[in-house]
Each structure stands twice: as structure tokens, then as C-alpha cells.
């Protein structure tokens, strides 16, 4: 659990941050169209342990998204699209420089996922009009065992498949 100064900062970076940025830029693209591309997380829909305030910004982010799709579906707005983007871990520093290994036992589906390819796929996605976008794709799988799986069963599976990755980490980064 953090501190409520980093979950502060945490919720004002991931889900205010996006809510902003994105209404300074509404009215201009309701005049002329566009796309905004939102960025949540596979965390934002399963959760972890040790990330809390993250989970629940990339949360925020999936609702806030959804929302402005029926409002501009709603109110006519056809030529603005939305397309949120549900990652799951990227091989950046974040994870490359921390002092312990990734995937730490993940099965070879959830691997760290290049920077690269994960720009194209969004790239694809938006060419596409997709409301959503899960990486790697077999991260739907995962999803939708969510639904059909008791909440104890997915969370035991969650951890055999390395759901707690996130523990790992920030249990290593104190010490």
C-alpha cells in the first residue's frame, strides 16, 4: 500500500492528466475530427498486488474512455474516435534496469513486449477505428477467464501465470 502523496500523484498524473489534456483538445476536434489514443493498462482491468493507485488510475482511464464514446456517440460526434490501449509489461527501463529479472517465470505470452512493435499495434488499431486495443492479443484470453473464473480461482491462476511481477519489483526496489 503507498502513501496517499503517491497515490495523489499517481491519480493526477494517470487519470486527471489524461482528463485534461484530452478536454483542452475536445472542442478542437469536435470542429475538425481526429482521434485520441488513451493509455490504460491490462492492470486496469485484472488488477495486482503491491499496485493499487495504478491499478485504480488505469481504471479510471478504461471508464473515462468508455464514457466519452457514448458522449460523443450521443451527441452525433461521428468523425472523433476513441481507441484506448490496454498493455500488458513493455520491455523499457522500467523493467530492463530494475534489480530483478523479468518475466520471472511468465509463461512466454505475457513476455516483455518491444516498444516498437507495441507503437505499430496502436498504430494499427487507430487505422482500424478499434475502441480497444489488448497487448499481446492473448491478454483477452486472460480477460475473459476474469469473467468466467471465481474470483479466488482467477486470482490463484493470476499469480501461476505471474500476475505479481509488480510485488517482486517493488519488493527488490526497497532493498
Known sequence: VSTQSTGDLTMNVNIMGVMHITKVFLDDMVEKGGHIILMSSVGGHI???????????KHAVTGFGRALVYDLEYFGIRHVKVTTIYPNTCKTALVT????E????????????????VADQ?????????NDLFLPRAIN???MLKYLMPMELFRQFGKAVGNDQMRRLVTAKKH
Not at 49 to 56: H, V
Not at 102 to 117: E, H, N
Not at 122 to 130: L, N, Q, S, V, Y
Open 97 to 100: 534496469e530494475a534489480p530483478v
Open 47 to 57: 488488477g495486482g498486488p503491491y499496485c493499487i493507485d495504478y491499478c485504480a488510475s
Open 141 to 143: 484470453y486472460f480477460i
Open 122 to 130: 496502436i498504430i494499427t488499431a487507430t487505422r482500424e477505428e478499434r
Open 102 to 117: 523479468f518475466p520471472m517465470g511468465i509463461p512466454a505470452i505475457f513476455s516483455l513486449m518491444d516498444p516498437d512493435w
